[in-house]
Each structure stands twice: as C-alpha cells, then as structure tokens.
C-alpha cells in the first residue's frame, strides 16, 4: 500500500488507497506504528537535504524513529512512493510568504494518490 504525506503549511498526508487513514500510522501511545516487531521503520520521502522543513514536519509528524529519506525534486518524492521505495513523503502545500505550492498539486493530479491528513509546521 504506497502512501504518501505532504507537508509545510504543512502536512497533507496522501495514500494510494481512499480506505488509509492517518491515524492508523500511530501505535495508540502517541508515536508512530512501526510493524509489529517494531523492525520495519516507516519509510517517507521528503524534497531536499537533511535538516530541510520538510524532514523536520515529518519527524515532528511521526517521531524520531521515522526514516526520513531526502530527493531531490517533489516529484522524485511522488515516484518514490508509486513504486513503493517509500511508503510515504512530506512535501510542502502551502507556505506563509509563497502561498499554495503549485507543482505538489500538479503532481497529485498525475499520480494516484489520496489526501488523508495534513500537519501544521511553524517554519522559525
């Protein structure tokens, strides 16, 4: 099940399936569900390097024991969740000073992805 998060005004979650829902990423105890040996860390995409907003909103999002992987661009983001790479990403919808994030709409029109959740990011 491919799934994808947005994030930055922040976090828009996205699945692949209508059905996901982004509470069942959490364990019940207020951190991220991880499987149940807790071996299987979730896997989410985010756009640039380490230290971004993005990956930021995802840890505050899903705890520290996400693995945060950064691309390059936003729709190397969404090609890393089609083909299950990752099993989600964070990526920016809207910001204070730009407003809407165009090319992350853009691309949720051409992949097959379904919002089900969002997360505020305060950028300092």
Do not use: W
């Not at 499987?35 to 985010?46: D, E, L, T, W």
């Not at 999002?61 to 989600?88: H, N």
């Not at 992350?104 to 950028?123: A, C, N, P, Q, S």
Request: charged fraction near 20%; glycine fraction near 10%.
């Amino acid at each position: 099940l491919a799934q994808l998060l947005i994030a930055l005004k922040i976090t828009l979650a996205v699945a692949k399936s209508p059905s996901a829902n982004l509470l069942d990423l959490f364990d019940g105890r207020g951190g991220a569900h991880f499987g149940s040996s807790g071996a299987n860390p979730i896997r989410v995409a985010f756009q640039g390097e380490p230290g971004a907003y993005s990956e930021k909103s995802t840890r505050e999002l899903l705890g520290p024991k996400v693995t945060a992987i950064g691309r390059p661009t936003f729709e190397a983001c969404f090609q890393a969740v089609a083909s299950m790479e990752c099993d989600y990403a964070c990526l920016p919808v809207e910001n204070s000073l730009g407003g809407s994030i165009h090319e992350t709409f853009d691309l949720m029109l051409r992949y097959d992805l379904t919002i089900i959740g969002e997360h505020d990011f305060r950028v300092n």
